[in-house]
């Protein structure tokens, strides 16, 4: 079965500096990789996504992620965050074998100080 | 696009009651997930829709749990007796058909919040 995991439960910023959340996922195939954000107060959206080709996406707001099969990880970047990032940010696996089934990490709820 | 619905937003029930859940999922999407988020946890898949079919409820507590999608379209998910552990947050998710550029991309509704007094 596959799983996830973050590795930072509570990260604390001030603005301007740089962001990389850790995300490592355990599963041998072919996998579908997500990062989804919770803002507070409202739902769960799509942050980025990797499907496949280029393992290094962009997503909105400025994030983006790097795919390293080989370490089996999906790190979330940002080089200068904002006060407006504060949220929570779960990284995501979907198994194509699977029947597409999903696994999500605990999330990393992200504070940034103005 | 109108998005994902879910109601009741909130819903406090003593231990041992039952309590349904209802989601409308956006129009044409296909599959149709439930969640179940505890505090301070990452979403945990309950069950799975394909249209009107199941392709996943190995993580359901069936013996109080119970989900259905007629039609291949709203659903509803029920706990009877519901127990103090499954206070959480349950979530409805969905997404567009296979084989869609963003056919694994998941959009989520606001939530339910059960409290099991």
């Known amino acids: 079965a596959q799983s996830v995991s973050q590795h930072n439960h509570h990260v604390i910023l001030s603005e301007a500096a740089s962001l990389e959340l850790g995300c490592n996922y355990s599963y041998g195939g072919t996998v579908n990789l997500f990062w989804y954000v919770q803002y507070p107060g409202q739902h769960l959206q799509l942050l980025l996504k990797y499907f496949s080709g280029d393992p290094l996406v962009k997503g909105i707001k400025g994030f983006e992620a790097e795919f390293i099969k080989s370490k089996f990880s999906f790190n979330l970047r940002k080089p200068s965050v904002q006060w407006s990032d504060t949220a929570e940010y779960f990284c995501a696996v979907t198994v194509h074998t699977n029947a597409g089934k999903s696994t999500f990490g605990d999330g990393t709820t992200l504070t940034v100080k103005p | 696009e109108a998005g994902v619905a879910q109601s009741p937003r909130y819903k406090i029930i003593e231990k041992r009651q039952s309590v349904a859940f209802w989601c409308n999922p956006i129009?044409?999407?296909?599959?149709l997930y439930w969640y179940q988020q505890i505090l301070g946890q990452g979403p945990k898949l309950l069950i799975q829709f394909q249209n009107n079919g199941v392709v996943d409820d190995s993580q359901l507590p069936k013996d109080r749990f119970s989900a259905e999608r007629l039609k291949g379209v709203d659903s509803t998910l029920k706990i009877q007796p519901a127990k103090l552990e499954d206070s959480a947050v349950y979530l409805c998710?969905?997404?567009?058909?296979?084989?869609?550029?963003?056919?694994?991309?998941?959009?989520f509704g606001p939530g339910t919040r059960l409290t099991v007094t």
């Open positions: 129009s044409g999407h296909a599959t």
């Open positions: 998710a969905s997404s567009p058909p296979r084989g869609s550029p963003s056919s694994y991309e998941q959009y």
